[in-house]
């Protein structure tokens, strides 16, 4: 590994570093629609993935996609996040003083009933509706992200698609689809 003259950084540090000045805004954009909407937690899985690719990250040059090889490390960091025991000991509050809403200015009301909806999904399940209907990946993708196969990703997606009709009744109708 080469050093750079005076830095002390490897060639193995710019490449990283370049990667993460490029892709850290998209990386936290995802982690937030993963997160439904929790920015904290979010910050956290950005972090825990851009760790486990410096680790990883002569794997990550050789792979063949590399934004599914990100995408299947942040999952996987936000379903290690859930599994963790204090993570089930800690109770959400409906309201917290002084902090300012992170929804854009016109989102309301939907907009928090969506987050909500979505906070109550599994992960995967979670997962699964963000890179399919926001991110529009294919099934294939999808499968590829959260490393499962189609089918899963088709069983996952309809049901997070149910509970979210039935949580959702007013902003979907039945029948219509993200």
């Not at 969506?114 to 499968?143: G, H, I, N, S, W």
Request: glycine share 6%; proline share 6%; charged share 30%.
């Amino acid at each position: 590994m080469r050093r750079d003259r005076g830095s002390g950084r490897t060639e193995r540090d710019e490449q990283f570093h370049d990667f993460v000045v490029s892709r850290r805004p998209r990386l936290l954009h995802t982690a937030t629609l993963l997160t439904a909407g929790d920015t904290h937690l979010a910050e956290d899985l950005v972090q825990a993935t851009l760790t486990k690719l410096y680790v990883a990250w002569p794997a990550f040059q050789r792979a063949d996609n590399p934004d599914g090889y990100v995408r299947r490390v942040l999952v996987n960091a936000l379903i290690d996040e859930k599994r963790r025991i204090w993570r089930r000991r800690e109770k959400t509050v409906a309201e917290l003083p002084d902090v300012a809403g992170d929804l854009p200015s016109g989102a309301g009301a939907a907009g928090e009933a969506v987050k909500q909806a979505l906070r109550e999904l599994p992960p995967r399940m979670r997962a699964a509706v963000v890179f399919r209907y926001f991110y529009d990946l294919d099934v294939a993708a999808t499968a590829d992200a959260l490393s499962c196969s189609e089918g899963n990703v088709k069983s996952q997606t309809a049901r997070a698609l149910d509970r979210l009709r039935t949580a959702l009744p007013t902003l979907m109708p039945q029948g219509a689809t993200p």
